[in-house]
């Protein structure tokens, strides 16, 4: 079974650029997440997708972060302008579960954006 | 609001020394425990987890965690740990509000 695909997986822009990345979730995963991961800290929920509906998004800084699982599969996210302080891994993961057991999640190997 | 937390940051063990990992979590309601863990260039993958039932569950590779509903805890333990398992580990908690929420997370090094 393919693990949870995220290109690229590394990126390295100057601020005030766009980003996007990619992420293609396991087969049959409903639940989708992106993450993001600090150095030295643990990965922090940006948005939360069930199918195509984007049921969590509190913690997704909107006046640059943008989302979008149109069809319920793939996932793009694009940062726009990007600061020097989203220099960070970003993870999108995977659940084949839903209420309680979204608890376990599969992870992609995430995409390292350094912002010069 | 919920929060997970781990104290130790980073720790050092030689081959064959026993292991425990400390994490607690808040308190808030109904939560499902994990463990999770990244080996150095891999993506983060699941250890153990805790539902319910027994406290003392097992995971992959010897790993163990006890829930302690008392102590609000669920540490990380293994008798004789290698240098394969020398990894950055994290402790989440998942609540009914639908997130799981990670600690800082722990880096093991074991020496040969």
């Known amino acids: 079974e393919a693990g949870v695909v995220q290109s690229p997986r590394y990126k390295i822009i100057e601020k005030k650029q766009p980003v996007a990345f990619w992420c293609n979730p396991i087969s049959g995963h409903n639940t989708l997440y992106w993450y993001l991961q600090n150095l030295g800290q643990g990965p922090e929920l940006l948005i939360r997708?069930?199918?195509?509906?984007?049921?969590?998004d509190s913690q997704l800084p909107k006046d640059r972060f943008s989302a979008e699982r149109l069809k319920g599969v793939d996932s793009t996210l694009k940062i726009q302008p990007a600061e020097l302080g989203d220099s960070a891994v970003y993870l999108c993961?995977?659940?084949?579960?839903?209420?309680?057991?979204?608890?376990?999640?599969?992870f992609g190997p995430g995409t390292r954006l350094t912002v010069l | 609001a919920q929060s997970v937390s781990q104290h130790n940051h980073h720790v050092i063990l030689s081959e064959a020394a026993s292991l425990e990992l400390g994490c607690n979590y808040s308190y808030g309601g109904t939560v499902n425990l994990f463990w999770y863990v990244q080996y150095p260039g891999q993506h983060l993958q699941l250890l153990l987890k805790?539902?319910?039932?027994?406290?003392l569950v097992k995971g992959i590779k010897g790993f163990e965690a006890e829930f302690i509903k008392s102590k609000f805890s669920f540490n990380l333990r293994k008798p004789s740990v290698q240098w394969s398992d020398t990894a950055e580990y994290f402790c989440?908690?998942?609540?009914?509000?639908?997130?799981?929420?990670f600690g800082q997370g722990t880096t093991l090094q074991v020496k040969p």
């Open positions: 989440a908690g998942f609540w009914n509000t639908g997130k799981l929420i």
């Open positions: 993961a995977s659940s084949p579960g839903t209420g309680w057991n979204e608890g376990e999640q599969f």
């Open positions: 805790y539902f319910s039932g027994d406290p």
């Open positions: 997708y069930e199918n195509e509906e984007a049921v969590d």
